[in-house]
């Protein structure tokens, strides 16, 4: 099956300071990515859907300014927190869609991030 | 949004024993799926049911889909203590799949 390899699986970092998580699609190319934020017992909620080559599309209640978005190919988007705090500890997930198996969607492992 | 919503909330069973969990959502859907997730992991892609479909299996597990009441349910025939774990559904239309909040399932060995 199509897999979707997230890095790094864990980041720690200190409030302040900026974290760049990767989403690549490995075996598919996927024109639409999607991030996923889930917080300790609670369920996945969308944070934003990017599409290759144009700008992410944000759900209400989610900074643009403050979680980055670039999709600069078919197979990789990153999701950079900025000025990152204690708050935005949580764990992020990543989901690529491929266009040619009738657009499913495929998961990454997660990323857990701690901000001390 | 077609936010998928589980019930029950959790479920403590024994070993041996069946669990059936149930999934409502809202709007129309091109399919439902179901994922299971350990604490602090992954989701891991259990079985996908499409909206023309009623019933589904997949080893232990057997899905079905009731369009016209908007819900579903996934059954875990003969539970293992290795079922211990949230279960999500999530249901995709023409946007992203957007999940229910899950059911955490304990199976006491």
């Known amino acids: 099956g199509a897999v979707v390899s997230q890095h790094p699986s864990r980041v720690i970092c200190k409030s302040g300071t900026s974290v760049k998580i990767e989403c690549r699609s490995l075996d598919f190319q996927a024109t639409t990515m999607f991030w996923y934020r889930q917080f300790p017992k609670k369920s996945l909620m969308l944070m934003a859907t990017?599409?290759?080559?144009?700008?992410?599309?944000?759900e209400q209640g989610v900074e643009k300014d403050k979680f980055l978005i670039n999709h600069a190919s078919l197979t990789l988007s990153t999701l950079t927190v900025t000025s990152a705090h204690p708050e935005d500890s949580s764990f992020y997930i990543c989901?690529?869609?491929?266009?040619?198996?009738?657009?499913?969607?495929?998961f990454g492992p997660g990323t857990r991030l701690t901000v001390t | 949004s077609q936010q998928g919503e589980e019930d029950p909330q959790a479920l403590s069973i024994q070993e041996g024993e069946n669990a059936t969990m149930n999934c409502s959502y809202k709007t129309s859907i091109n399919n439902l799926q179901w994922y299971r997730q350990n604490s602090g992991r992954g989701l891991v892609h259990l079985i996908l049911?499409?909206?023309?479909?009623r019933e589904k299996h997949s080893g232990r597990l057997r899905v079905t889909l009731d369009t016209s009441k908007k819900s579903s349910s996934l059954l875990i025939t003969a539970s293992r203590a290795a079922d211990t774990a949230s279960y999500f559904c999530a249901t995709s239309g023409n946007t992203p799949l957007v999940f229910g909040k899950g059911t955490r399932l304990s199976v006491i060995a």
């Open positions: 990017s599409n290759e080559g144009s700008k992410a599309t944000y």
């Open positions: 989901s690529a869609r491929d266009r040619v198996a009738n657009y499913e969607q495929y």
């Open positions: 049911i499409r909206s023309n479909e």
